[in-house]
């Protein structure tokens, strides 16, 4: 049996390639490279998890794929329903830790907030996710597999990468994930309906730019150097002004927005001054704002904000002709809101 299992480890996961990948594999298989397509459909569009299900695919070239590859998939291990229908998954992973999804019907659409990796190494002293550390990088086949899962049961419109990880630290599984979710052959999602979400890794937010087309959001959350070098340590080595002026260069879809995120946190980043600073540094820049109310979790040392702070920054930015929403917490009773998840990572938490 163990002997079984490293053999299917050592087997390509055709859930980790992008076509131009799955068709080169099948190119050195001695394949017609339209015959990727076909297979991309069938993982991403009719949901095969066996060759068998391909049924289009001749008995022999499916049994020659099943030498040499394998179709890994998610069920979920757990799925729990909000009051305000937020669906939170749990799946666990092949090495035994978990991950979670989180699917957040509006009237006018569904949104998967998929995770990119198990913890995450920025240790952003607000949230949660960061205080159990990096465990690892999810494989581009463990992030397209969310999705996968998902739509099995559910439609998905959009997808925001702004669960577990910091998915900027993983772009050489997450640019393939993006690049099967927004192919025309894979998950056929508009790239103006996929949004990275990324605490300021600025070297990376180039590489993103450059390597596919989707919408930015920048975890923010700060308005001087001072107060985002306490809050989140990435912020020391790329400040506040190289993480504006690479928000500048983005290449955005048409006629798109960068989404600048802003957790409010009471006493630290709520004030008037701090909206007044916000509006100085995006000036110029084409933005939405998105207002988070800081969620508490047990333990933490920050306090969620008073309605009347948020209010009052909410109403200045809109005087001050910024686009804003304040982002109504979906799933808190199941602990599916911003920066509350964390799967089951303890019993491997040694930190
Ligand atoms: N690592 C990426 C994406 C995941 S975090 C990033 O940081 O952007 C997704 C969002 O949750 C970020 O905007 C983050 O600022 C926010 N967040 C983290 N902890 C939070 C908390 N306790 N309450 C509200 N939002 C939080
Ligand atoms: Fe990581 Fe984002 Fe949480 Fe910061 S806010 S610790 S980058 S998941």
Same mark, same amino acid.
């Given at each position: 049996?163990?002997?079984? #299992?490293?053999?299917?480890?050592?087997?390509?996961?055709?859930?980790?390639?992008?076509?131009?990948?799955?068709?080169? #594999?099948?190119?050195?298989?001695?394949?017609?490279?339209?015959?990727?397509k076909q297979i991309f459909k069938w993982l991403y569009q009719r949901g095969a998890t066996t060759f068998d299900d391909m049924t289009d695919l001749s008995k022999d070239f499916r049994r020659e794929l099943s030498l040499k590859s394998r179709i890994s998939s998610f069920v979920p291990d757990t799925v729990e329903i909000s009051k305000d229908g937020t669906k939170?998954?749990?799946?666990?992973?092949?090495?035994?830790?978990?991950?979670?999804?989180?699917?957040?019907?509006?009237?006018?659409?569904?949104?998967?907030?998929?995770?990119?990796?198990?913890?995450?190494?920025?240790?952003?002293?607000?949230?949660?996710?960061?205080?159990?550390?990096?465990?690892?990088?999810?494989?581009?086949?463990?992030i397209v597999n969310q999705f996968c899962a998902v739509q099995r049961t559910d439609r998905i419109t959009n997808v925001v990468l702004m669960g577990m990880g910091e998915p900027l630290a993983n772009l050489d599984n997450v640019i393939p994930a993006l690049k099967i979710m927004t192919c025309p052959d894979g998950f056929q999602i508009s790239s103006r309906r996929v949004t990275v979400s990324t605490s300021g890794l600025v070297p990376e937010i180039e590489k993103l730019g450059s390597a596919v087309t989707v919408n930015l959001a920048v975890s923010l959350n700060a308005t001087t150097d001072e107060q985002r070098d306490l809050l989140m340590p990435v912020n020391r080595a790329y400040p506040i002004a190289k993480l504006i002026a690479a928000c500048r260069k983005f290449p955005l879809p048409n006629r798109r927005m960068i989404t600048i995120e802003y957790v409010l946190v009471r006493g630290v980043n709520d004030s008037i001054e701090d909206a007044k600073r916000l509006v100085k540094l995006l000036k110029g820049i084409p933005v939405k704002v998105n207002l988070i109310r800081f969620n508490e979790y047990a333990g933490c040392e920050f306090k969620s904000p008073e309605q009347a702070a948020i209010d009052r920054f909410h109403s200045y930015l809109l005087e001050k002709n910024l686009t804003v929403i304040t982002r109504a917490s979906r799933g808190a009773d199941i602990s599916a809101a911003c920066g509350q998840l964390r799967a089951r990572m303890e019993k491997d938490d040694t930190n």
């Open positions: 049996m163990k002997g079984f #299992f490293i053999h299917i480890m050592e087997l390509v996961d055709l859930k980790d390639l992008s076509l131009e990948s799955l068709e080169a #594999f099948l190119l050195g298989l001695g394949k017609e490279k339209y015959r990727a939170k998954y749990l799946f666990v992973l092949e090495d035994g830790s978990s991950i979670e999804s989180v699917l957040i019907p509006e009237e006018d659409r569904a949104t998967l907030c998929v995770s990119t990796q198990v913890g995450c190494a920025m240790g952003c002293r607000f949230c949660l996710t960061g205080t159990f550390n990096l465990k690892r990088n999810l494989r581009c086949s463990e």
